[in-house]
């Protein structure tokens, strides 16, 4: 899905993906399955770039400290 993605902006993701928020610093949060898990990516608009940071449980990511990633 992102490597056809032309995004721009967090407006420009949350048009294709509802369920994102953005938390600062290039790093967003998507809800996956009914928000049971949680992927966390940092994304570079410029170079059109996606690194994932984290995958995991609600539960995991209720434990994780965000300004670290």
């Known amino acids: 899905m992102t ?3 032309d995004w721009q902006g967090f407006n420009d993701i949350k048009k294709q993906f ?3 928020d953005s938390v600062g610093n290039g790093l967003f949060i998507f809800n ?4 049971d898990c949680r992927l966390i990516v940092r994304i570079i608009f410029r170079t059109r770039t996606v690194f994932i940071r984290f995958v995991g449980t609600h539960q995991q990511y209720d434990l994780l400290d965000i300004s670290k990633l």
């Open 18 to 20: 509802n369920s994102v």
């Open 32 to 35: 996956i399955k009914g928000n």
């Open 3 to 5: 490597s056809d993605a």
